[in-house]
């Protein structure tokens, strides 16, 4: 009885680890993404794919979010709010 109960114990253990709301063992982009890059080219260099959808990086050069769709990069709907004032 005494080894079932271990059993039934180390099987339950292993079951809370399977699933956990720690994400760690998902593979990331390495190095992740950048909040913004210097240009478009740059912003091609990091794929987008389904890792990464949602995901927006501001692109200096042209003063707008961009976003991944989980196959390419498009102009967000989400902009940055303008300093000036008008």
């Known amino acids: 009885m005494r080894n079932r109960l271990s059993l039934a114990f180390l099987f339950s253990g292993a079951l809370l680890v399977a699933c956990s709301d720690d994400d760690s063992f998902i593979q990331r ?21 389904m890792d990464v959808i949602g995901e927006k990086v501001y692109v200096v050069d042209l003063g707008e979010n961009y976003e991944c769709d989980g196959d390419e990069w498009f102009r967000s709907y989400d902009q940055p709010k303008s300093s000036s004032s008008a």
Do not use: F, N, Q, R
């Open 29 to 49: 982009p390495s190095g992740g993404l950048p909040a913004e890059v210097a240009d478009k080219a740059e912003l091609e260099t990091y794929e987008c794919s």
